[in-house]
T-cell receptor, first 113, second 114 residues
Framework: QQQVKQSPQSLIVQKGGISIINCAYENTAFDYFPWYQQFPGKGPALLIAIRPDVSEKKEGRFTISFNKSAKQFSLHIMDSQPGDSATYFC????????????FGTGTSLTVIP | DTEVTQTPKHLVMGMTNKKSLKCEQHMGHRAMYWYKQKAKKPPELMFV???????INESVPSRFSPECPNSSLLNLHLHALQPEDSALYLC?????????????FGSGTQLSVL
């Protein structure tokens, strides 16, 4: 059972445009929602994360919007650049003995010049 | 130093071989992890070590054997693997084994089992 659903599977955006990736979850016990960026041949790297007590978090061109009632969160990449082309994974986790992240299925983003 | 270093970067092995993957971090992190990632799929947790003790084994087959010799090193011993075990094996570390701790991933070992 997929704990975190992510869409779209792939996304093509023009340089300078806005990239939007959406995730949804069911388990209301989740209390930490990170986004990871992965380039080919590299491990994932934490991009930005949010906790459910805030509705939005912004770091540079990257913004997470969080809707607790809808159990949805999204990543917005403003002024998308070719260097942003990568696979993006959303994740969710809950307080537990293990650092068990439930990853979304991933979105392959291509930013074309 | 904010790196997790994994060796080797690539590994090809036969089904009867024994090999080991190595992972090292010098950030003073006390939690270390092994993940398996198939192409175009998210990482899947295999093992978690906390303070050099195995705390989570996600029902991984015994042909994968983890070892944490000290707080900086993590090994994954491989024996009698199957072709379906071919994947990118990622090591990660965090300050502690807590859900809101940042995970630092290595670049992974691309494993091919023939």
């Amino acid at each position: 059972q997929q704990q975190v659903k992510q869409s779209p599977q792939s996304l093509i955006v023009q340089k300078g445009g806005i990239s939007i990736i959406n995730c949804a979850y069911e388990n209301t016990a989740f209390d930490y929602f990170p986004w990871y960026q992965q380039f080919p041949g590299k491990g994932p790297a934490l991009l930005i994360a949010i906790r459910p007590d805030v509705s939005e978090k912004k770091e540079g061109r990257f913004t997470i919007s969080f809707n607790k009632s809808a159990k949805q969160f999204s990543l917005h990449i403003m002024d998308s650049q070719p260097g942003d082309s990568a696979t993006y994974f959303c994740a969710a986790s809950r307080e537990s003995p293990g650092n068990q992240f439930y990853f979304g299925t991933g979105t392959s983003l291509t930013v074309i010049p | 130093d904010t790196e997790v270093t994994q060796t080797p970067k690539h590994l090809v092995m036969g089904m009867t071989n024994k090999k080991s993957l190595k992972c090292e971090q010098h950030m003073g992190h006390r939690a270390m992890y092994w993940y398996k990632q198939k192409a175009k799929k998210p990482p899947e947790l295999m093992f978690v070590y906390s303070y050099e003790k195995l705390s989570i084994n996600e029902s991984v087959p015994s042909r994968f054997s983890p070892e944490c010799p000290n707080s900086s090193l993590l090994n994954l011993h491989l024996h009698a693997l199957q072709p379906e075990d071919s994947a990118l094996y990622l090591c990660a570390s965090s300050q502690r084994q807590s859900t809101n701790e940042k995970l630092f991933f290595g670049s992974g070992t691309q494993l091919s089992v023939l």
